[in-house]
């Protein structure tokens, strides 16, 4: 089976794969009709389904709100409730697509699941593992590289998954896409996280019906500067729209739900040298039986940092940086490298 999102990546993935595979396309539906959606919208549902029948090939439309609810909306509102910042994409990933929607397949009788995703995916024999990778393009790192929202992946899903465009740029996958005619061959790429397309977090979890209540802005001493609007509108890093004057710059630099309080800083107090994650995942071994130096990205844009990684028990790591990182937060994901080798990743606590 392949993902099919209505976007271009997939769509030409599909022409890609029907070369060496009989294929059968699935597309997941996630909200009411009632509901906004950047890329799970009717539109999108209905352009997987015309691109699935332009190339001759059977398609489902599979019904998953429920579990998306459960483990990527609620998710994401507990998260900034808890003071926290999600990662919805990466929680999709691991609980939707390659979760419910692989076993879909699995159930449809199929041998393989691929995606549009810019990765790759290789069996190591000294290892006796299978390898998620950087996406390359003439054996360079894919700028596009999307293998920090796949940490998630189990070697039971890696050798079923198939990523068909993990040697190729944008260009070349609409280049495809337009040979062949594809409605979808010009569309442009979702920017945003696709259940908050207009980018109003705050008024997403609004509309979600959750609850919270204005409270202080703190220093790092516990002294009260000014009242905030809810502690789901701020960010870790945060700078612009706090509605406090200072007469130099001040940030978010924590936030505290259990006293309802978002502390206000200089920039220096944004940097740390070492930080904890839970519910890691290890891809390029089973466990760590002693400290690892390598490299880690913070966030999905962010450049990558030479780190040391120990092994702290009940799936947690502690990440020692090289360099002290700037505002690293809580419910992101910690992803480590070893060159283009994906070594495993956690969310940061």
């Known amino acids: 089976m392949l993902a099919m999102s209505g976007g271009v990546d997939s769509s030409a993935a599909l022409v890609l794969l029907k070369e060496h ?4 396309g699935g597309t997941m539906s996630l909200f009411d009709k009632d509901e906004s959606c950047g890329k799970c919208s ?9 691109v699935a029948a332009k190339l001759g090939i059977e398609h489902h439309v599979i019904g998953l709100k429920e579990q998306f609810r459960e483990h990527v909306t609620d998710d994401f509102v507990q998260t900034y ?3 926290g910042t999600p990662n919805p994409c990466v929680q999709c990933n691991k609980h939707i697509k390659f979760g419910a929607l692989l076993d879909e397949a699995i159930k449809l009788g199929c041998e393989y699941f691929a995606t549009g995703h810019y990765a790759r995916v290789e069996y190591d ?7 998620l990778k950087k996406a390359t393009v003439d054996d360079k790192i894919n700028p596009k ?3 920090y929202v796949l940490y998630n992946l189990t070697q039971e899903q890696l050798k079923r998954v198939v990523f068909p465009l993990g040697t190729m740029n944008k260009e070349q996958v609409r280049e495809i896409a337009l040979q062949n005619c594809l409605v979808n061959a010009d569309k442009p790429d979702s920017q945003d996280i696709c259940f908050v397309p207009d980018g109003d977090y705050a008024g997403f979890i609004d509309r979600y ?7 202080s802005f703190v220093d790092i001493n516990g002294n009260t500067l000014g009242e905030h609007k809810g502690i789901i509108h701020y960010t870790i890093g945060q700078r612009k729209g706090l509605g406090l004057s200072f007469g130099k710059p001040m940030f978010v630099v924590a936030k505290n739900a259990e006293n309802n309080t978002v ?12 930080i904890t994650a839970r519910d890691v995942n290890l891809i390029a071994t089973d466990k760590l039986t002693s400290p690892l130096h390598c490299t880690a990205k913070t966030r999905y844009t962010g450049a990558e940092i030479p780190c040391e990684i120990s092994d702290l028990g009940n799936g947690r790591v502690q990440v020692i940086f090289d360099k002290p990182q700037r505002a690293a937060a809580r419910g992101q994901s910690v992803v480590f ?9 956690g969310i940061i606590e």
């Open 42 to 50: 009717a539109k999108d549902v209905e352009d997987a389904k015309n």
């Open 21 to 24: 595979f009989d294929v059968i």
């Open 125 to 131: 024999e000294s290892r006796g593992r299978y390898l």
């Open 337 to 345: 490298y070893d060159r283009d080798i994906v070594i495993g990743g």
């Open 209 to 215: 019906g959750a609850e919270y209540a204005r409270g």
């Open 81 to 83: 409730l808890d003071g």
């Open 263 to 274: 502390t206000l800083g200089e920039q220096e107090l944004l940097f740390t040298s070492k």
């Open 145 to 147: 590289d999307q293998s």
